[in-house]
């Protein structure tokens, strides 16, 4: 697939601090999630758009979720949060 049809991945600055704590486990998977969000941020097995949070979606790794919204102009996937399961709906 061309890197013309490809969305970039930004991160928040809580996320990166986030992402830069995890474990290796985990820093791999979120990695994965990452690839397939640049590739097809709407759908698949694991993304849900959020109801109570209009424009955004969620991306489950495990028992932790990842919270996004899209600007489709750009192509960018701003990532908001990564929180686990419990913490994400609050």
Do not use: H, W
């Not at 791999?28 to 979606?57: H, S, T, V, W």
């Amino acid at each position: 697939m061309s890197n013309a049809l490809k969305f970039k991945i930004a991160l928040s600055k809580e996320v990166l601090k986030y992402y830069n704590k995890v474990s290796t486990d985990t820093a791999e998977r979120l990695d994965k999630c990452f690839g397939n969000l640049e590739l097809e941020p709407i759908q698949g097995a694991n993304i849900k758009p959020l109801k109570a949070m209009a424009g955004k979606y969620r991306y489950r790794v495990g028992n932790l979720r990842i919270i996004y919204e899209l600007d489709l102009l750009k192509r960018v996937v701003n990532v908001l949060a990564i929180l686990p399961r419990g913490q994400a709906y609050k």
